[in-house]
């Protein structure tokens, strides 16, 4: 297997996923509620996502044809050493409902280590990027997160549970904590999107469960090339097969992981 070099990859996926973000933006001018999906419990898809995760894996097997593919519409599943990470349309429910943001997502993944992202947040047109020891980018220009270093200074990003409301005191109870001691919580609605705002400074941190890699191979790479920390609830590296995800800007990462650990511990 010829190893690709990773800058220049990148640089093609950009690419391909402003390719993909075009037909997105195009689709939602004349997109109806009607044309939804139900998946599954509040699990809403569309057209929009599976023509667009397809035209995502015609153009990336071109560019490296070696991989294999773990893709959320199941367009093409198939693990190789090397794997596109594929979420065509996160945000899929803001889609639908006419609100921003929204994104495609894509990481590549080599033996369980993410070596590059890509996010587009269509909406906004800002690409996120990053590869293994390469930097983080917002539209080229390199992006930092936050440096922030107090929860009583920080604004946090979440997403709430549309399943799985086994965990959900838990879950509660942390927002309980984080409203009385931060500036405030947001929730976007796109877990990709969160991770990248943790990754240029908009959001000093992030915690979400119910995840999938999709939602979060890209952008949790984007994070720790721009200086952030990744784990899952455990606090250890559980986090792109492990459906838990807690991001910060690096000064944060003692009092939010621990916050967010203490109230998750058994659940």
Known sequence: MTIPDFS???????????????????????????????????????YVDKTSEEKLVTLLSGLFP??????????????????????????????????PCYAISIGLEHQGQVVLGVVYEVVHDECFSAWKNGGAFLNGKAIRVSDRKQLSESLIATGFPIYNFSRLDAYLAALTDL??????????????TDLCYVACGRMDGYFE???????????????????????????????????????????????????????????
């Not at 391909?16 to 999906?37: D, H, M, N, P, W």
């Not at 294999?68 to 409902?97: A, C, K, V």
């Not at 469960?209 to 920390?229: F, H, K, S």
């Not at 559980?238 to 659940?267: C, M, P, Q, S």
Request: glycine share 10%.
């Open 66 to 99: 070696e991989a294999g593919f773990i893709t959320e519409e199941n367009t093409r599943n198939e693990t190789r050493e090397y794997n596109w990470i594929i979420d065509p349309l996160d945000g899929t429910t803001n889609f639908i409902h006419g609100i």
């Open 179 to 192: 409203m009385k001691c931060t500036h405030g919580l947001r929730r976007i609605g796109s877990a990709a």
């Open 8 to 46: 220049v990859l990148t640089s093609q996926v950009i690419q391909s996923a402003l390719q993909v973000g075009a037909f997105i933006r195009a689709e939602r001018q004349t997109f109806s509620y009607a044309k939804a999906e139900i998946k599954g419990l509040n699990d809403l898809v569309s």
């Open 209 to 267: 469960y119910n995840l999938n890699a999709w939602d979060v191979a890209a952008g949790a790479l984007i994070v720790q090339e721009a200086g952030g920390t990744v784990c899952d609830f455990s606090r250890g590296t559980n986090w792109l097969f492990g459906k838990e995800v807690i991001a910060t800007n690096g000064h944060l990462k003692d009092a939010f992981e621990e916050l967010v650990t203490n109230r998750f511990a058994g659940n």
